[in-house]
């Protein structure tokens, strides 16, 4: 049995890491564990890329989550002394005219009601303005200076390196297989590579696999799959800011949004929608044939300079959905020394710099305004996702 903690973090992506920086800074012993190499290849976290907006629809508590988050990455960069939070902007654009009520509609009410400056774009003006979508099957939208894209996989990287400096004990090398329990109350974790972790409080933040160590939380949540293309244009001149930025692509009715030019001299392109559900550890994360289709068939219509581009590289990005597709932070109801906080459902990423305070004080047991939208929750079985920015149809439309 390992060395006791106040509390043990199960899980090293943005969830964890944030919650172990948090409540170490707390003056707590904090012991963090993953299967490593860190940044885990296998967590949602671990990417090249992930949007940073705050266009939510009408869901204002998560648009205000974003704007504080923004201020959060600001700092991490000048923290780290490296920029790993690109302000490019994001162009939000719909393949109808904006009518009330939609999400381009509500979303652009919320951010000028915020007191923000969102520009609106008519058709001609989004193709004068980012010329790679030359098509003109995008009528309307806006661009909102205020976002961009986080380089998530070295975010990861540089507060685990923060955290291991701030005094948690960073075991990677450890995957969790079974909590260990008096009675009623959590004591810590058993992992598979046979070593024992005692804590006061465990969190678990292990994504996807939270569901698989905690079998309750099978029937409101689970993994699902998404498609993720890696392109490198010919000419890479027509997809670097500012005259190509992050983009949503009418995602309600498509799913698809993507990123300009990265360090790595691709163009990301993927589908924020509906996936099969998966194992994180027992099924193939690959990319289908009708995926590849679709994704063409998006080009076609949206920015036809990509369909001659090489796609460099593929794969599916594993979110861990929750049925109402919002976060699950609490303490658990029944279980003494456990607290979950896992449930990304494809948008957690963004909300990294407000995460540590926002679980910490939940495991704590503090009051948090944030707090009770993310609490332990009944679920019906027909429960459907509200993330408004996400496609909810038929996972072979386009």
Known sequence: MNSSSDFLVVGAGIFGVTTALELRSRGYRVTLI???????????????????????????????????????????????????????????VSQLPMSSGDYLDSSYRAVLEEGLQP??????????RFPAWDTGRYVDGFYHARGGYAESGRVVGKLVEK??????????????EELLSNGSRVQGVQTREGESFAADHTVLAAGSW??????????????????????????????????????????PRTGWYGFPLLREGIVKVARHGGGPALHPEHDERVVYEEDFSQMRAFLEEAMPALL?????????????????EHFWIDRHPEKEGLSVATGGSGHGFKFGPVFGELIAD???????????????????????????????GDAEEV
């Open 210 to 251: 939270t569901p698989w160590l905690l079998p309750e939380l099978q029937k409101v949540m689970t993994a699902t799959g998404h498609p993720i293309f890696h392109l490198k244009p010919k000419d890479s001149s027509l997809f670097t800011p500012p005259g190509f930025v992050v983009f949503l692509a009418d995602t």
């Open 34 to 92: 993953d299967p490593g190499p860190l940044p885990y290849p296998l967590a949602a976290s671990t990417d090249v890329s992930k949007v940073v907006r705050m266009e939510y629809g009408e869901d204002l508590q998560y648009m205000r989550m974003v704007i504080r988050a923004i201020e959060g990455f600001h700092c991490w960069n000048e923290e780290f002394g490296e920029e790993l939070y690109h302000e490019t902007g994001v162009m939000v």
């Open 308 to 324: 001659d581009a090489e796609i460099t590289y593929t794969r599916r990005c594993l979110y861990n959905d929750t049925l109402d």
């Open 163 to 176: 955290a291991a400096e701030a005094g948690v004990a960073v075991r990677p090398g450890q995957t969790a």
């Open 362 to 392: 939940v495991v704590e047991g503090k009051p948090n305004d944030w707090a009770p939208k993310f609490r332990w929750r009944e679920l019906d079985p027909e429960t459907l996702g509200v993330e408004a920015s996400r496609f909810h």
């Open 119 to 128: 520009e609106r774009l008519s058709a001609d003006e989004i193709r004068e």
